[in-house]
């Protein structure tokens, strides 16, 4: 199999000194973005096929992968639909608010409890592709079946045929923009938004993934954040050391893009949660300290990813020739070959 090699020019300069006022609804002077990664369950196992247990991100901060499967391994995964999920959602309840699901379709198959919760939630639920692996390592065709299994699960679980709006991989190849701009338009699924990039704290078009000289729809970027994400309670050497740390990070960040905002440069403000990791008690305990603190500032917009893209979309709509990118197509590129 060969694909169309699209091949962007990196988008270093962005808005420049002029970013654009995304003007909130609300007036908000920060939009929060909430986004729960629902992964427990898609992750490599020796179970699912690969040769050993995940060990990304694990709380003992060292590589206990084997070739061989790992149960203990594989129950700090378990804690995260068990334990930390309803903390989560029962958290944010309490204030009123919601945000996006992003979702491992694979993974969300093995829990219909959850499936159908989630599924009738006001959350929004965007894609993760069916699998929680490293698409770096995987052929384009297999990734293509994946994603395409993972937008009619979706679909299924929404009872919508218009689901996912929106694309977050995470560990993504270079092909999965292309390749899930590609399955949308050929199940007619309106493509709203992808947030596999780091690029900017408000969003930003780049040409479409599936341009021709006649015709390019724009590819609309909803960045997601590292700085900000739990993720870091796991990652040693550069993370958060205590719950406290992580809610001072939020409270620093939250009053800096405030400070923006008023002067007339509001941003998103993006907090990636995963269950496994910041659903623990004292993590959640300051997690909700923050979720508080939150529910009590004005002039705060807190949003989806799909309404973040849906406001951009009717206030900036997409202009060819304001891209933050330059293309070269390359055709039949065999991606098997190095």
């Given at each position: 199999m060969t694909y169309q090699e699209?091949?962007?020019?990196?988008?270093?300069?962005?808005?420049?000194?002029?970013?654009?006022?995304?003007q909130w609804p609300k007036d908000a002077k920060v939009a929060v973005t909430f986004v729960i990664e629902y992964t427990e369950g898609g992750e490599s196992s020796v179970e699912y096929g690969e040769e050993a247990s995940e060990a990304l991100f694990n709380e003992l901060n060292v590589d206990i992968s084997r070739k061989a499967?790992?149960?203990?391994?594989?129950?700090?995964?378990?804690?995260?639909?068990?334990?930390g999920l309803p903390r989560l959602l029962k958290m944010f309840n309490k204030y009123g608010m919601s945000g996006t699901v992003n979702v491992v379709t694979s993974a969300l198959e093995k829990a219909p409890y959850w499936a159908k919760v989630l599924g009738e939630s006001g959350w929004e639920l965007s894609c993760a592709s069916s699998r929680w692996i490293d698409y770096m390592h995987i052929a384009p065709d297999v990734e293509d079946k994946h994603i395409r299994e993972a937008i009619a699960s979706?679909?299924?679980?929404?009872?919508?045929?218009?689901?996912?709006?929106?694309?977050?991989?995470?560990?993504?190849?270079?092909?999965s923009q292309r390749l899930y701009a590609q399955a949308c338009k050929d199940l007619g699924v309106p493509l709203l938004y992808s947030s596999d990039s780091f690029a900017d704290e408000i969003p930003f078009w780049l040409t479409s993934p599936l341009a021709t000289p006649e015709s390019d729809e724009?590819?609309?970027?909803?960045?997601?954040t590292l700085d900000t994400g739990d993720f870091r309670f796991n990652v040693p050497g550069q993370g958060w050391g205590t719950g406290a740390d992580y809610l001072q990070y939020l409270k620093d960040t939250f009053a800096f893009m405030y400070e923006e905002g008023k002067d007339g440069m509001p941003r998103n403000m993006v907090i990636t949660?995963?269950?496994?990791?910041?659903?623990?008690?004292?993590?959640?305990?300051?997690?909700?300290q923050f979720?508080?603190?939150?529910?009590?500032?004005?002039?705060v917009w807190v949003a989806s990813r799909?309404?973040?893209?849906?406001h951009w979309r009717s206030n900036f709509?997409?202009?060819?020739a304001k891209a933050h990118d330059k293309v070269t197509i390359v055709k039949n590129v065999d991606p098997y070959k190095p």
């Open positions: 699209f091949v962007h020019e990196r988008p270093l300069f962005g808005y420049e000194l002029s970013p654009p006022n995304p499967r790992d149960d203990m391994g594989e129950s700090e995964w378990e804690y995260g639909p068990r334990a979706l679909q299924q679980i929404r009872g919508d045929k218009s689901a996912p709006m929106g694309f977050c991989v995470g560990r993504r190849s270079n092909y724009g590819l609309l970027i909803v960045p997601s949660l995963h269950p496994r990791i910041v659903g623990h008690g004292s993590r959640a305990y300051y997690l909700e979720v508080k603190f939150l529910s009590e500032q004005p002039e799909a309404q973040i893209a849906q709509p997409y202009e060819p």
